[in-house]
C-alpha cells in the first residue's frame, strides 16, 4: 500500500534509516532496509532528489565542545499580516545564533531556540532584532540549564499511526 505522500513502506524504512544513522554505505544501507543494494540505491537516490532528504549532518555534543548559552525565546509581533510574518520569518533565517524557530498558533507567534556564547551576547542579538524593525511586540526568555532530549521524531511510528 503506497501513502499519500506516494511513499511506501520500504521507502520509509531507507528514510528512517538515513534519519537515524546518517550517509550510509550502499552495502550498510540495504541490509538496514533489507533490500538488494542497486535498487535500494536507486531508491534512494529518487527520494534525494524529490526532496525528501534536506541533508546530511553529524549530532555533535556540543556541550562537550563549548559552554554555551541556550535560550528558548517566545516572541509576539505587533500585527498579524502576512507581510510582517515575512519580514520576521526572513531575518530569522539568516541569524546563525537561531537554531530552531516554529510559528504557533494562540498567544505567541513563535517559539525559537537560540545558542550563542555567552549571555551578554545574546542580549546583544535580542538588541539587534529588537531594532530590525520586525515589528516585535514582546518576547520572554527562557534560560535552559539542560538539554534532556533533542531528537528528530521516530518516522516510521508517524507514518504507521498517519495511515490507520
Not at 58 to 66: F, G, P
Not at 72 to 87: C, E, W
Request: hydrophobic share 40%; charged share 25%; aromatic share 6%.
Amino acid at each position: 500500500m503506497r501513502e499519500r505522500q506516494g511513499l511506501d513502506p520500504t521507502d520509509i524504512r531507507i528514510l528512517s534509516a538515513v534519519q537515524k544513522h546518517g550517509q550510509l554505505s550502499k552495502t550498510k544501507l540495504a541490509e538496514i532496509v533489507n533490500l538488494s543494494a542497486t535498487p535500494c540505491w536507486a531508491r534512494l537516490t529518487r527520494l534525494r532528489t524529490a526532496g525528501y532528504i534536506r541533508g546530511y549532518h553529524a549530532d555533535i555534543a556540543l556541550e562537550r565542545v563549548v559552554d554555551a548559552t541556550r535560550v528558548v525565546v517566545t516572541v509576539s509581533l505587533t500585527h498579524h499580516r502576512k507581510a510582517d510574518f515575512d519580514r520576521f520569518e526572513n531575518y530569522i533565517k539568516q541569524v546563525d545564533e537561531v537554531i530552531n524557530c516554529v510559528a504557533t498558533g494562540g498567544g505567541i507567534d513563535y517559539v525559537m531556540t537560540v545558542v550563542c556564547p555567552t549571555l551578554s551576547s545574546f542580549q546583544s542579538l535580542m538588541d539587534d532584532l529588537l531594532s530590525a524593525d520586525l515589528a516585535i511586540d514582546r518576547y520572554m526568555t527562557y534560560f535552559a540549564t539542560r538539554l534532556i532530549k533533542a531528537e528528530q521524531p521516530n518516522l516510521a511510528k508517524l507514518v504507521a499511526h498517519g495511515s490507520k
